[in-house]
């Protein structure tokens, strides 16, 4: 059963343009994080967010939480080919456990 | 600061083979956790451990075994290998009270 839905699987835009993700769930997360993976490696986390209706950024990278922590999304401003990579959600309800999305390959064109 | 650290990170070995994949995190996080990545099928959890000597199945367990006589190890047992347990494997770790999971740079496991 997969619970987290993230789309698109894939996604290949040229360098400068902007982007979201989406990350969605009919269960509600007590949180819910966003690693980034690159090849060869294992996946490093990018934020957490663990309020509903919360907002944060990272650079070029803005990240919400839905209102009832049900989703999220991912925004990229002006990608550049170091945003390559495969981004995955991952939920968590206090138990140590992460529910993963199955990620969505990023490809920025130069 | 090492922190999670896996070995080996390649490794191919024959059908009905027994292997061990290891896994060490220097930060005394209670939790540890091996996950398997598939083209598909995103990460899918094997096994996770909340202590030393306690471990649970999680999505994925059939053909594995775990154990963790030590808070910074969790080796993985594959006990026959089966060209289905092809994949890339991950140990990740965190700290109790949290659902932040750090991640190890994975195994590549190819079974002939």
């Known amino acids: 059963t997969q619970l987290l839905e993230q789309s698109p699987q894939f996604l290949s835009i040229q360098e400068g343009e902007n982007l979201t993700v989406y990350c969605n769930s009919s269960s509600v997360f007590s949180s819910l994080q966003w690693y980034r993976q690159e090849p060869g490696e294992g996946p490093v986390l990018l934020v957490t967010v663990v309020t509903g209706g919360e907002v944060k950024k990272l650079k070029r990278l803005t990240f919400q939480f839905g209102d009832a922590r049900k989703d999220s999304s991912l925004h990229i401003t002006a990608a550049q080919p170091g945003d390559t990579g495969l981004y995955l959600c991952?939920?968590?309800?206090?138990?140590?456990?992460?529910?993963f999305g199955q990620g969505t390959t990023l490809q920025v064109k130069p | 600061d090492a922190g999670i650290t896996q070995s080996p990170r390649y490794k191919i070995t024959e059908t009905g083979r027994q292997v061990t994949l290891m896994c060490h995190q220097t930060w005394s996080h209670s939790y540890m956790f091996w996950y398997r990545q598939d083209l598909g099928h995103g990460l899918r959890l094997i096994y996770y451990s909340a202590a030393a000597d306690i471990t649970d199945k999680g999505e994925v367990p059939d053909g594995y075994v775990v154990s963790r006589s030590k808070t910074e190890n969790f080796p993985l047992t594959l006990e026959s290998a089966t060209r289905s347990q092809t994949s890339v494997y991950f140990c990740a770790s965190l700290l109790g009270g949290t659902d932040t999971q750090y991640f190890g740079p994975g195994t590549r496991l190819t079974v002939l």
């Open positions: 991952a939920g968590g309800r206090n138990t140590g456990k992460l529910i």
